[in-house]
């Protein structure tokens, strides 16, 4: 997988770069996994804005994706598809039985290749098996937090969460932010790294492609009335000479948001200890 350049014929194609999509093999998607997928543009069910900045963008069907393998479930894949909904690629398998899923695509998937969900299965990359067969040290993806609800980690392009030990029946995973959390070893992970790495490095380039992915034009709270913004109002450009507010009053930057503070207990390092080491 490469970037696509551009000729700077525009102002908006200077600097643009798309992904190329060599490791697409088909076009068409399983009907039976398509639903239909509603735009809100943000709006609750009164018709008001609650997420600011969302528009409909263009319409797309969501693709029902099996984060959840079942054990003793081979399967063959058949095509690596584009995913409209999600940044990484979704594979198209077949199962012994002749029904289709997709699952995440991983780094080195190939058409033809057999992934398998067990106790006992090999430990090659795409294969499911529980953490306490993976070996220590590994990488994996699409990793359960609750055992048999289904993968909830690591499932954008190019994550990874490494199996750092084992002790009392917990797996500790380094996540990718630093933080290592402790997850029942009978959960179930991918082997291997999530595909489709340059994602990161794609620039947008012009408003328009913004758009056309459900995006409105967001400007600077300075930019703004003191009606509309706390940090607003003023001759020219000026700055914010107090702590940066939120439009609803509330400090931007250093406010905690994180309100479910049952799992803590599940967090051996925080991810701002991660970074520091």
Same mark, same amino acid.
């Given at each position: 997988?490469?970037?696509?350049?551009?000729?700077?014929?525009?102002?908006?194609?200077?600097?643009?770069?798309?992904?190329?999509?060599?490791?697409?093999?088909?076009?068409?998607?399983?009907?039976?996994?398509?639903?239909?997928?509603?735009?809100?543009?943000?709006?609750?069910?009164?018709?008001?804005?609650?997420?600011?900045?969302?528009?409909?963008?263009?319409?797309?069907?969501?693709?029902?994706?099996?984060?959840?393998?079942?054990?003793?479930?081979?399967?063959?894949?058949?095509?690596?598809?584009?995913?409209?909904?999600?940044?990484?690629?979704?594979?198209?398998?077949?199962?012994?039985?002749? =029904?289709?899923?997709?699952?995440?695509?991983?780094?080195?998937?190939?058409?033809?290749?057999?992934?398998?969900?067990?106790?006992?299965?090999?430990?090659?990359?795409?294969?499911?098996?529980?953490?306490?067969?993976?070996?220590?040290?590994?990488?994996?993806?699409?990793?359960?937090?609750?055992?048999?609800?289904?993968?909830?980690?690591?499932?954008?392009?190019?994550?990874?969460?490494?199996?750092?030990?084992?002790?009392?029946?917990?797996?500790?995973?380094?996540?990718?932010?630093?933080?290592?959390?402790?997850?029942?070893?009978?959960?179930?992970?991918?082997?291997?790294?999530?595909?489709?790495?340059?994602?990161?490095?794609?620039?947008?380039?012009?408003?328009?492609?913004?758009?056309?992915?459900?995006?409105?034009?967001?400007?600077?709270? =300075?930019?703004?009335?003191?009606?509309?913004?706390?940090?607003?109002?003023?001759?020219?450009?000026?700055?914010?000479?107090?702590?940066?507010?939120?439009?609803?009053?509330?400090?931007?930057?250093?406010?905690?948001?994180? /309100?479910?503070?049952?799992?803590?207990?599940?967090?051996?390092?925080? /991810?701002?200890?991660?970074? /520091?080491?």
């Amino acid at each position: 997988m490469a970037l696509t350049k551009y000729r700077p014929t525009t102002a908006g194609r200077r600097g643009m770069t798309s992904q190329d999509f060599d490791d697409v093999t088909t076009k068409t998607s399983v009907k039976s996994l398509l639903r239909v997928k509603k735009s809100h543009a943000g709006r609750n069910n009164t018709g008001k804005i609650t997420v600011r900045h969302r528009s409909n963008g263009n319409k797309k069907f969501y693709r029902v994706v099996n984060y959840r393998l079942a054990p003793d479930t081979t399967a063959t894949v058949e095509h690596i598809e584009y995913d409209p909904n999600r940044s990484a690629r979704i594979a198209r398998v077949k199962d012994q039985d002749g =029904k289709y899923h997709y699952l995440i695509a991983h780094n080195s998937i190939k058409v033809g290749q057999v992934i398998s969900s067990g106790k006992n299965v090999a430990i090659e990359a795409g294969n499911r098996l529980p953490l306490s067969r993976i070996p220590a040290g590994s990488f994996v993806h699409n990793v359960e937090l609750q055992a048999g609800k289904g993968g909830q980690i690591a499932r954008s392009a190019g994550t990874k969460v490494q199996l750092m030990a084992r002790e009392n029946g917990y797996a500790l995973l380094r996540m990718p932010s630093g933080e290592v959390r402790r997850v029942r070893e009978e959960c179930m992970a991918h082997v291997g790294t999530v595909g489709n790495e340059v994602h990161q490095n794609i620039k947008l380039g012009s408003a328009g492609r913004k758009r056309h992915m459900g995006w409105r034009p967001t400007v600077h709270g =300075k930019a703004m009335n003191p009606a509309d913004h706390p940090m607003g109002g003023g001759e020219g450009k000026t700055g914010p000479g107090r702590h940066p507010r939120t439009p609803w009053g509330k400090p931007a930057i250093g406010y905690k948001t994180r /309100r479910r503070k049952t799992t803590t207990k599940y967090i051996v390092r925080s /991810r701002s200890e991660g970074k /520091r080491r």
